[in-house]
């Protein structure tokens, strides 16, 4: 299945390192979304953007960055993060208001 | 904001029984009810979604039913088969037009033994 690709599927990283999450989806929707899925807990909504801004922020703290260049390719920026940002992040798409395609999920890690 | 609740968190049945998923959410202006099942390490899929003009919507052997007035919907899963052990996830919308926010619930981790 190749609608909602994400890279990398695993990560490992320190509290100090910068990384950034890749989501691109090639079928035509116009708006795309970040999830973090943590063990024993719901998918919890972190951004929204449709039609390339952004129009839901969940109270994410500053250390996720996200970036959305076009209505293919999301972006997620890591910076000092902590051991309990360690998660599965998903990314989805839609067209607006419409069924949410999920991609695979990067595994983070935070040592 | 929204809340969805979600129950039960696990449940077991044999093959070839029927099982049941219940949502409960807060917000009366929700109008979109997907549900997704995840299988393990696998990505969520919608498996069947209603909205709220409809009471209830049936896809083989998937159902699903809402309740406007106590809002509540329910998954209806008959014949399980061992290949439906996943977790399953109903979600609602309040969303606008313009953004399609989902709320979801805890999840049903459901095994069907053979």
């Known amino acids: 299945e190749t609608g909602v690709t994400q890279t990398p599927r695993h990560l490992v990283m320190g509290m100090t390192n910068k990384k950034s999450l890749k989501c691109e989806q090639h079928l035509g929707h116009n708006a795309m979304y970040w999830y973090k899925q943590s063990a024993k807990k719901p998918l919890e909504l972190m951004f929204v953007y449709s039609l390339e801004e952004r129009v839901e922020n969940n109270s994410v703290p500053s250390r996720f960055s996200p970036e959305c260049p076009n209505s293919s390719h999301l972006f997620l920026h890591l910076h000092t993060l902590q051991p309990e940002d360690s998660a599965l992040y998903l990314c989805a798409s839609s067209r607006v208001a419409g069924e949410q395609y999920f991609g695979p999920g990067t595994r983070l890690t935070v040592l | 904001g929204e809340n969805v609740e979600q129950h039960p968190s696990t449940l077991s049945v044999q093959e070839g029984d029927s099982a049941v998923i219940k949502c409960t959410y807060s917000d009366s202006a929700s109008n979109y009810f997907p549900w997704y099942k995840q299988e393990l390490g696998k990505r969520p899929q919608l498996i069947i979604d209603?909205?709220?003009?409809?009471g209830e919507k049936k896809d083989q052997r998937i159902a699903v039913t809402l309740n406007k007035t106590a809002k509540h919907f329910s998954l209806h899963i008959t014949e399980t088969q061992p290949e439906d052990s996943a977790v399953y996830f109903c979600?609602?919308?309040?969303?606008?037009?313009?953004?399609?926010?989902?709320?979801f619930g805890q999840g049903t981790t459901l095994q069907v033994k053979p």
């Open positions: 209603i909205r709220s003009n409809v």
């Open positions: 979600a609602a919308s309040t969303g606008s037009s313009n953004t399609g926010k989902l709320i």
